[in-house]
């Protein structure tokens, strides 16, 4: 079956610019997380969605926003793009709300790049 | 707060050699910790996951790691090492109840392969 798909696979935005990037988990899959990667900070958690709600959000502005539809099809946003924000953006997907037996599926994420 | 650190930003070995990648936790409750594998341009691929069963975990690829509470380690190993295994290697701790969702990365572990 098809994994998870996140488009587009590369994106270049100006300063001031907002971002919409896009994740389709894979088919069954309910539970949507979002990572940023930098080489400064490594992976960080953004958000993690279930059945179209946020159950848990990272320590990130408020800049940073997302959905998940009743697809279980998820956007992120980010609006008003800074340097720093320059990252790989990667998508988990997994069959269920977590359990200690859950295992994340990863996209291989959108590179977006801030001018 | 859970944490993990990797105690290597890089590893270099010869083929055929074994493989050591170090990974201490910090966790308040007896955790879920997993390795992932990230290859150049890649997403991240889960090798094996520890969730409270056999402490001895066997992954894909000839990897396995151990859980030492007493150590609060979970080192990551191979017997011989092969040049596909040239990666970045991340140990992951999962949050707490309903933070289980939420993965905490460790900075991750460069291995490099030499012929």
């Known amino acids: 079956k098809a994994g998870v798909t996140q488009t587009p696979r590369y994106l270049i935005k100006t300063r001031g610019q907002q971002v919409t990037l896009s994740c389709s988990p894979i088919?069954?899959?309910?539970?949507v997380s979002w990572y940023q990667q930098t080489p400064g900070q490594g992976l960080q958690f953004l958000f993690e969605?279930?059945?179209?709600?946020?159950?848990n959000k990272g320590n990130f502005p408020g800049r940073f926003s997302g959905r998940q539809f009743s697809n279980s099809r998820s956007e992120m946003n980010v609006s008003t793009l800074e340097l720093g924000d320059s990252a790989l953006y990667l998508c988990?997907?997994?069959?269920?709300?977590?359990?200690?037996?859950?295992?994340?599926?990863f996209g291989q994420g959108t590179r977006l790049t801030v001018v | 707060a859970q944490s993990v650190t990797q105690l290597d930003s890089h590893v270099s070995v010869s083929e055929g050699t074994p493989v050591l990648l170090r990974c201490n936790y910090s966790?308040?409750?007896?955790?879920?910790l997993f390795w992932y594998v990230q290859h150049p341009n890649k997403g991240l691929q889960l090798l094996l996951k520890y969730t409270s069963a056999a402490t001895l975990v066997k992954g894909i690829n000839g990897f396995e790691a151990e859980f030492k509470k007493s150590e609060t380690s979970f080192h990551l190993t191979k017997p011989s090492a092969h040049m596909s295994d040239a990666a970045e290697y991340f140990c992951v701790v999962s949050g707490l109840g309903n933070q289980g969702g939420k993965l905490i990365f460790g900075q991750g572990t460069e291995l490099s392969v030499k012929p």
């Open positions: 988990a997907s997994s069959l269920d709300v977590w359990q200690p037996n859950t295992e994340a599926f």
């Open positions: 969605y279930f059945s179209e709600t946020q159950r």
């Open positions: 966790s308040s409750y007896s955790p879920s």
């Open positions: 088919s069954g899959h309910r539970s």
